[in-house]
């Protein structure tokens, strides 16, 4: 398994951006198929973006597409999810993830999972 740390997470008002981060210690990312989910309390998990390990596909939940920009730096160990115009209904707790083919959509594609950081969205 792969240990996962998110950060950046916070407080913003609607329309503003955050990003974040998420990066692996002691192992490399590099060839490593990454997601992004979120969940609120009492609801499942939910997809919201997902990389291939070269960065070369992508995909989103519809609801994010237009605003949410998954990315890599493979050089520093570290995916993204730039996020723009964010609206209350993006609050929640971000959770990255890792697996080793191809771009998963469902929590159960997924072998290792990082804490989650807190973001919420005021009106």
């Known amino acids: 398994q792969v240990r996962l740390v998110e950060s950046g997470g916070g407080l913003v008002q609607a329309g503003g951006s955050l990003r974040l981060s998420c990066t692996a210690s002691?192992?490399?990312?590099?060839?490593?198929?990454m997601g992004w989910f979120r969940q609120v309390p009492g609801k499942e998990r939910e997809f919201v973006a997902a990389?291939?390990?070269?960065?070369?596909?992508?995909d989103y939940l519809d609801s994010v597409k237009g605003r949410f920009t998954i990315t890599r730096d493979n050089a520093k160990n570290t995916i993204y999810l730039q996020m723009n115009n964010l609206k209350p209904e993006d609050t929640a707790v971000y959770y990255c993830?890792?697996?080793?083919?191809?771009?998963?959509?469902?929590?159960?594609?997924?072998?290792?999972w990082g804490q989650g950081t807190q973001v919420t969205v005021s009106s």
């Open positions: 993830a890792s697996r080793r083919y191809g771009l998963g959509y469902t929590v159960s594609e997924y072998e290792s």
């Open positions: 002691g192992r490399s990312l590099s060839s490593y198929n």
């Open positions: 990389i291939t390990w070269s960065g070369g596909n992508t």
